[in-house]
């Protein structure tokens, strides 16, 4: 299995542009996470889906942030529009069952000028 | 609120040292304690899971043990090498959800 897919990896923009950020999960995993990772505030958990069902999306900063997961193959965080402050790594993670380890992509770099 | 912290935040030491890093939880109520590794500019490894009902789980030169009662968990490595250079995180799952509350890590340099 190639792994988790993340794309882009690397992402610069304006304020103000909308950004997406893709995540193809390893095949057969039923739980995926969003993640934020800045010097600030370390490994921030952003959203996760059950099954394609958004169970917890307590982490999202604010109304700026969505996600969706369509199908069990692939999920999106988009940001519209995007400030400087947004800047971070962001990671995606799949795990299949609840007690399982979870398995990282190697995470886009966004930054927002 | 779970909150994680890991001492120390950065450690140096030579090559072939045996060294353990520290991780504190405030809430023993956990489902699961995680070990992970990240190398620069990568995403995160998994090292050791340990379940609640566990105290230890070895792998390699690597053992990390749990102590759910005191809030603590180490990480163990025995022999140090050069390639062992990363930061090391480790992340608690609380008992009602699948969400990882991760600790702010331990940089690792082993020089040569």
């Known amino acids: 299995d190639a792994g988790v897919i993340q794309s882009p990896r690397h992402e610069v923009t304006e304020m103000g542009q909308e950004v997406t950020l893709r995540c193809k999960p390893i095949s057969g995993h039923n739980s995926l996470f969003w993640y934020r990772q800045t010097m600030m505030r370390g490994l921030e958990l952003l959203i996760y889906f059950n099954n394609n069902v958004p169970i917890d999306d307590s982490g999202m900063p604010e109304d700026r942030f969505s996600a969706k997961m369509p199908n069990a193959s692939f999920s999106t965080l988009k940001i519209q529009p995007s400030e400087p402050r947004d800047s971070a790594v962001y990671f995606c993670?799949?795990?299949?069952?609840?007690?399982?380890?979870?398995?990282f992509g190697p995470g886009t770099r966004l930054t927002v000028l | 609120k779970q909150e994680v912290t890991q001492i120390p935040a950065a450690l140096s030491v030579p090559e072939g040292e045996n060294l353990v890093l520290n991780c504190s939880f405030t809430?023993?109520?956990?489902?699961?304690l995680q070990w992970f590794r990240q190398d620069p500019g990568k995403g995160l490894t998994s090292l050791l899971l340990?379940?609640?009902?566990?105290r230890e789980q070895t792998s390699g030169r690597l053992n990390a043990s749990l102590d759910k009662s005191s809030g603590r968990s180490t990480l163990y490595i025995a022999a140090s090498q050069p390639g062992d250079s990363a930061t090391y995180l480790c992340?608690?799952?609380?008992?009602?959800?699948?969400?990882?509350?991760f600790g702010t890590g331990t940089l690792l340099a082993v020089q040569p």
């Open positions: 340990i379940q609640s009902s566990q």
């Open positions: 993670a799949t795990t299949f069952g609840a007690a399982d380890t979870q398995y």
């Open positions: 992340a608690v799952r609380g008992g009602a959800t699948n969400k990882l509350i």
């Open positions: 809430d023993s109520a956990i489902y699961n």
